[in-house]
C-alpha cells in the first residue's frame, strides 16, 4: 500500500520509517509505502523502490508488495517448506518401507508360530514315544526280571534220550528216573528235584531227543550240577553227547551266543578263557600260565 496522492493519509497515523538504517516518520510527501506482509510503513527511497514502480503501485488496488525483509523471510519460507516437503516425502518413504518390513515381520512372525506350534506337537509327541519307549523298557526289564525268577533254579539237558514208554506216566517216571541216574550216580551230586518235564511236542519223525527242563530246589544247587556239567563227556559213552545249561529267557540266550562268539575268538587267539555264570573268565590253566611266566621273567 502506498500513501500520497491516492493512497492512505500516512500523516493521520504517523509510523517510523520500518528500514532499520532510518526510524523517520513517513509523511505524505515522502512517497511511503506499507508492507503487506508485516504492515510497517517504509519511505520508497529506503527500500529502493523505482518512481515507476512506485507509481503502478499507487494506480493499483490488488498489487501486493512486500519490504525486503519480509521478502527474505517469505523466500526463507518457500525454502523452508520446499525442504519440509522434501523431508515429508523421505518421511513417507521410509514409512512405506518401514510398512513393507513390518508386513514382512508379520508374515515372518505367522510362519515363526506356526513352526513354533509345529515343534510344539512335534516335542509333544517325541515325549509321548518317549514315555511309550521308557514304559515298554520298564514293563520289558520287569517281565525279564520275572522269567529270570521264574527259571533261576532250572537246569536244560540236551540229548537225554527219549522214554520208551507208550503211557504219559510211565514216560514221566522214566524221565524222572533217567535224570535221577544223570544227578545222583554220573555227577555225583545230591540235589534236590522238584519237577521234570519235556520242552515242546513229541515228534515220532524227530530223530533228537527234547529238551529236558529239571528244576531244582534252589539256585546254589543249580550251578553245583553246572560245575560239573562238563565231567559227563568222560563219564561213559551213554553220556558223552549230553549236555547241561541253565534255563535261559530269550535274552540271555542271545547274550550267551555272543559270549560264546567271543569265546571262539580268543580261543582262536590262543587265549585260554571260559565262560562262567554269565561273564567270560580266564581259565585256571590260563591263570596258571600267566602266574609261571611272571615267575621266569623274574
Known sequence: MTGGEDGEDVAASPKPCGTEKCKKIVKDADNGIRCDECELWFHAGCEQVSVGFYKELQKSRTQLWMC??????????????????AENEEMKEENRKMDTKVKDLETKNGEMKKKLQELEEKLLSTKSDITSQVMNMVRDEMNERDEM???????????????????????IKEDI?????????????????????????????????????????????????????????????????????????KRQREENKK??????????????????????????????????????GQ
Request: net charge positive; aromatic share 4%; charged share 35%.
Open 149 to 171: 525268577q521264574k527259571r533261576a533254579n532250572n537246569i536244560v539237558v540236551y540229548n537225554l534220550p527219549e522214554p520208551d514208554g507208550t503211557v504219559v506216566e510211565e514216560r
Open 259 to 296: 559270549l560264546r562268539d567271543e569265546l571262539k575268538i580268543r580261543r582262536d587267539r590262543g587265549e585260554r578263557w571260559q565262560i562262567k555264570r554269565g561273564q567270560l573268565v580266564p581259565s585256571f590253566r590260563q591263570q596258571t600260565d600267566n602266574s609261571e611266566g611272571a615267575t621266569g
Open 177 to 249: 528216573n533217567k535224570c535221577a541216574y544223570l544227578l545222583k550216580d554220573v555227577l555225583k551230586v545230591e540235589v534236590g528235584v522238584t519237577k521234570v518235564i519235556r520242552l515242546g511236542k513229541q515228534n515220532d519223525n524227530n530223530t533228537r531227543p527234547r529238551p529236558t527242563l529239571i528244576k531244582l530246589e534252589n539256585e546254589s544247587e543249580k550251578w553245583h550240577v553246572l560245575s560239573k556239567a562238563k565231567n559227563l563227556k568222560y563219564a561213559n559213552e551213554e553220556t558223552r553227547k549230553i549236555g547241561i545249561s541253565p534255563d535261559m529267557t
Open 68 to 85: 525486503k525483509k519480509c521478502r527474505g523471510s517469505r523466500k526463507n519460507y518457500k525454502q523452508e517448506i520446499i525442504k519440509l516437503r
